[in-house]
T-cell receptor, first 114, second 113 residues
Framework: NAGVTQTPKFQVLKTGQSMTLQCAQD?????MYWYRQDPGMGLRLIYY???????DKGEVPNGYNVSRLNKREFSLRLESAAPSQTSVYFC?????????????FGQGTRLTVV | DAKTTQPPSMDCAEGRAANLPCNHS???????VYWYRQIHSQGPQYIIH???NNETNEMASLIITEDRKSSTLILPHATLRDTAVYYC??????????????FGKGTHLIIQP
């Protein structure tokens, strides 16, 4: 059982380049999330999708866009990467409602913008 | 969501019980207490959650005080693999929606051999 799968695991970008981080879950969860984690910090929510067809901004959405492609997949796009977006990015999924706080996380994408 | 306060780090001897405290003095009646941990370089892992009653599962026990202003996560027989950052999170039940979790800096638990 794969759970939450993120690709790629590592990426180096030049300033101004664009890229899309992919996330897929196989638990039939309704809700999906993108977080970033900077060194020594807790995770911060970038965007979330409560259900297929909906997306909402989290705490730090600037510089990012998301697409909920279907129930399984939730992608995060950096249109013009900046060094401040160097971080580890985690995707997560959960059920809605009472089980919404019980989230399952991927292994992360380590992004460096030079 | 209510704010939580945790010690930045703790040590525990292997084989002993690890007791991780969390203060959430502004918790509201509809807010649950969640615990996650993050082993180095991995994604966070859900451990346990509760509302007001004590909870136990195969990983840990959660003790919530009667006034709900603080809680303790107990790992009954800590092993070296339990070395991780532990996050205490308070989150309201959001009905049909889902708006993510607010992570603080957590407690870095180091299990000593």
């Amino acid at each position: 059982n794969a759970g939450v799968t993120q690709t790629p695991k590592f990426q180096v970008l030049k300033t101004g380049q664009s890229m899309t981080l992919q996330c897929a879950q196989d638990m039939n969860h309704n809700s999906m999330y993108w977080y970033r984690q900077d060194p020594g910090m807790g995770l911060r929510l970038i965007y979330y999708s409560a259900s297929e067809g909906t997306t909402d901004k989290g705490e730090v959405p600037n510089g990012y866009n998301v697409s909920r492609l279907n129930k399984r997949e939730f992608s995060l796009r950096l249109e013009s990467a900046a060094p401040s977006q160097t971080s580890v990015y985690f995707c997560a999924s959960s059920e809605r409602g009472l089980e919404g706080g019980k989230a399952f996380f991927g292994q992360g994408t380590r992004l460096t913008v030079v | 969501d209510a704010k939580t306060t945790q010690p930045p780090s703790m040590d525990c001897a292997e084989g002993r019980a690890a007791n991780l405290p969390c203060n959430h003095s502004t918790i509201s009646g509809n807010e649950y207490v969640y615990w996650y941990r993050q082993i180095h370089s991995q994604g966070p892992q859900y451990i346990i959650h509760g509302l007001k009653n004590n909870e136990t599962n195969e990983m840990a026990s959660l003790i919530i005080t009667e006034d709900r202003k603080s809680s303790t996560l107990i790992l009954p027989h800590a092993t070296l693999r339990d070395t991780a950052v532990y996050y205490c999170i308070v989150r309201a039940y959001s009905g049909g929606g889902a708006d993510g979790l607010t992570f603080g800096k957590g407690t870095h638990l180091i299990i000593q051999p």
